[in-house]
């Protein structure tokens, strides 16, 4: 089956830093990427569509700014948080639709999430 | 997008038939019914879609009746391992990648 990779698994940094994520399909190409974020104890909350080439779609609330998103290639998407700070802790999740050949009709593999903490 | 509702929490017994039911009353023509499970620090991982009556994979069972406004996901003989929590999203067929909206998910327990 299709495979999604992140990078790092988990990551720790001062308030201010900026942190990149890196989130790879490893054996299928993605024209579209997808970046959610989850607190404890709580469902996932899509943050923005990463598209290959273009601008990322950011949904209501999130601040494109604090989240910058790049899509270069058709394996790797890699989200941003720029000047972390406390509140940002919390477990990111990349998801990408791999091609009938590989899935059932739309489903999607997620990558195994990064757990950012910020001190 | 379809709002889906399933209970909070639901406690098995190992061996046990696990049945996780969600509502979803305003279902468009074109979604599909989806379910995905998700351990603990672990990324979502795709369990069964179903666009109506029955489907059957190894993993597991989703009953769908003819008005679509609710699902059923049926776990055969539950292990520990089962212990996760289970989503059930409303998909819309397009020919492109749609954004998923995952709900509360309901956390299932197994127990000895």
């Known amino acids: 089956g299709a495979v999604v990779s992140q990078h790092p698994s988990w990551v720790i940094c001062k308030s201010g830093t900026s942190v990149k994520i890196e989130c790879r399909s490893l054996?299928?190409?993605?024209?579209?990427m997808f970046w959610y974020r989850q607190f404890p104890k709580q469902s996932l909350m899509l943050m923005a569509t990463?598209?290959?080439?273009?601008?990322?779609?950011?949904e209501q609330g999130v601040e494109k700014d604090k989240f910058l998103i790049n899509h270069a290639s058709l394996t790797l998407s890699t989200l941003t948080v720029t000047s972390a700070h406390p509140e940002d802790s919390s477990f990111y999740i990349c998801?990408?639709?791999?091609?009938?050949?590989?899935?059932?009709?739309?489903?999607?593999?997620f990558g195994p999430g990064t757990r950012l903490t910020v001190l | 997008l379809a709002k889906t509702t399933q209970p909070i929490s639901m406690d098995s017994y190992e061996g046990q038939e696990v049945n996780i039911t969600c509502s979803h009353n305003?279902?468009?023509?074109?979604?599909?019914i989806t379910w995905y499970q998700q351990f603990p620090s672990q990324g979502p991982r795709f369990i069964i879609q179903?666009?109506?009556t029955k489907v059957t994979n190894e993993v597991a069972s989703l009953f769908i009746p003819a008005d679509r406004k609710s699902s059923t996901l049926s776990l055969p003989r539950v292990s520990l391992s089962d212990t996760a929590v289970y989503y059930c999203?409303?998909?819309?067929?397009?020919?492109?990648?749609?954004?998923?909206?995952f709900g509360t998910g309901t956390r299932l327990q197994v127990t000895l």
């Open positions: 998801s990408a639709r791999a091609p009938s050949s590989l899935s059932s009709y739309n489903e999607q593999f």
């Open positions: 054996d299928f190409q993605a024209t579209t």
């Open positions: 990463s598209n290959e080439g273009s601008k990322a779609t950011y």
């Open positions: 305003n279902i468009a023509t074109n979604d599909y």
């Open positions: 179903g666009y109506k």
């Open positions: 999203l409303v998909v819309p067929y397009t020919g492109t990648a749609s954004k998923l909206t």
